[in-house]
């Protein structure tokens, strides 16, 4: 199932690629210089893994020519091991998607201060800026059982917290005064010392994993 997952997300990237090739983003004559520096920018961007996917958003402030600071925050589903989507035929529903060696619902709750590294500021035009992420902070895990229904899987779920972080590398397009584009690739840390489960059949402690991010950036 790994290929599917992997086929998605290229799928995913063409489709983003797709649609920056055919916005205005590179139909700018004048070089990116309308950002203000007394406000900070906002992005707000979905992840894609081979584990699952979430939401994210960060507020960056500092010297966008050099080095900027933010924190960002993230909701994000982690798969199992051996867990993957089919499609089921019902007769009164139709297809729909039905999960296979499903044993947990994993949840993932990133709080991150990091700093983004502008490169080649003085070789690149101002519409295209490659970039550094570097974050740290505390991550929560939150693991519910499957089952019981809802509130039962919430009232038998674990919470468990640790130290992660986020290396990775990516490029704005597009003008920030306005709307800008963000696409990066990246490795997230999510290790957790002890295991959120006291079952000496479950080893699950790693869900670290490679990440893309596809978003937006504006300032306020």
């Known amino acids: 199932m790994k290929i599917v997952n992997n086929f998605k997300i290229i799928v995913i990237l063409i489709f983003f690629i797709f649609f920056i090739i055919n916005s205005d983003t590179f139909a700018q004559i004048e070089p990116y210089k309308k950002f203000d520096p007394k406000k900070k920018d906002w992005e707000l961007y979905v992840t894609f893994t081979t584990s699952g996917g979430g939401l994210g958003g960060k507020v960056k402030w500092g010297d966008r020519k050099n080095v900027q600071r933010f924190f960002s925050f993230e ?109 990066s690739l990246g490795y997230r840390i999510s290790y957790f010392f002890k295991k959120l489960v006291n079952d000496a059949n479950d080893n699950e402690q790693d869900f670290s994993a490679f990440v893309i991010r596809l978003g937006m950036l504006t300032q306020f």
């Open 75 to 183: 909701v994000g589903g982690v798969r199992g091991e051996n867990e993957f989507t089919t499609m089921v035929w019902d007769p009164y529903y139709g297809y729909y998607p039905y999960k296979i060696n499903q044993t947990r619902y994993m949840v993932l709750l990133p709080f991150y201060f990091g700093f983004q590294k502008r490169l080649f500021e003085e070789a690149i035009e101002e519409n295209f800026r490659p970039f550094l992420d570097f974050e740290l902070g505390p991550v929560i895990g939150m693991r519910f059982p499957v089952g019981h229904g809802l509130f039962g899987n919430i009232k038998r779920g674990r919470t468990g917290i640790t130290l992660g972080g986020f290396l990775g590398a990516g490029i704005e397009f597009g003008d920030i005064s306005k709307s800008a584009y963000i696409f």
